[in-house]
């Protein structure tokens, strides 16, 4: 395997194979390394060894088959939002709330350019990836809190995948100590942020369709009509709401 092509890896030691796929290059016998990629390796070796994500290190993560660029202001894409795609291409028009790196949105449009995509974040950290990662396509993008600066009577489907960590110190180590508390913490029972936007919308009185991922645990806390989702490992990881 290429180093290029470890953050397209889906597994959960994706540090260690990333070790040992920098150590078969730096040990190669049938290529020698400039003194300067000698360096970065070792630095890599260094990064892995303090668990830190691959993907951050090379500044790059795959989503439903593309590559996005990231850094430590977004968090890595999971594979299990990758699911959520063929649900939103039905709709002719779809905002991605919390868009982190813009992956779903991006892709959204990606998969068909005749969708009306606008994607959205509190993070204005994030909002500059996300617009590095959209650079040349037709997608709005808006840097607010929820839906305030957003005009969501222009769109039929809201998809969000907004923090839903409740216990911020039961996170593993590699996401706890990288990835943005901003993008994890989900206030009080992790479902804070997510009660404010559900009750946001009626406030709005928008009409539409609302796609939550959410931890497979909170669901039950919605008390809102919804069909639930699963995703390819079985969980109840998305909720949807008929607004
Ligand atoms: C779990 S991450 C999801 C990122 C991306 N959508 C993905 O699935 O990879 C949550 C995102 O929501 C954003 N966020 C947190 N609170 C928000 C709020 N009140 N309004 C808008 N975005 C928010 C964070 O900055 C972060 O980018």
């Known amino acids: 395997m290429k180093i290029i092509d470890i953050f397209k890896l889906q597994n959960k030691d994706k540090i260690e194979i990333a070790k040992s796929v920098f150590k078969d290059v730096y040990t190669n016998a049938n290529y020698t390394l400039k003194p300067s990629e000698r360096k970065k390796i070792k ?17 790059k993560a795959n989503f439903y088959g593309r590559t996005f660029f990231i850094n430590k202001n977004v968090l890595i894409p999971r594979v299990e939002t990758e699911n959520i ?12 709330i ?25 993070s204005i950290k994030a909002i500059y990836i996300a617009r590095k990662n959209a650079q040349g396509m037709d997608i709005k993008i808006i840097h607010t809190d929820l839906t305030d600066k957003i005009p969501i009577n222009e ?15 039961a996170l593993e180590e590699s996401v706890k100590n990288y990835e943005p508390h901003i993008a994890l913490d989900g206030g009080l029972d992790g479902i804070e942020i997510i009660l404010r936007l559900i009750k946001e919308l009626h406030t709005k009185k ?16 919605i008390k809102e009509k919804k069909e639930i989702i699963k995703d390819q490992f079985g969980y109840n990881r998305f909720i949807k709401i008929n607004y």
């Open 98 to 122: 919390g868009t982190g790196s813009g992956a779903v949105g991006i892709t959204v449009k990606k998969e068909n350019q005749s969708i009306n995509v606008l994607i959205s974040d509190i």
């Open 206 to 221: 928008w009409k539409g369709t609302l796609l939550l991922e959410m931890d497979p645990q909170q669901i039950a806390i």
């Open 155 to 169: 769109y039929k489907c809201i998809f969000a995948n907004l923090p839903y960590i409740s216990d911020m110190n």
């Open 85 to 96: 795609i063929p649900h939103l291409i039905k709709f002719d028009s779809v905002i991605d």
């Open 43 to 59: 630095a890599y070796f260094k990064r892995l060894d303090k668990k830190e994500p691959v993907e951050y290190i090379l500044k």
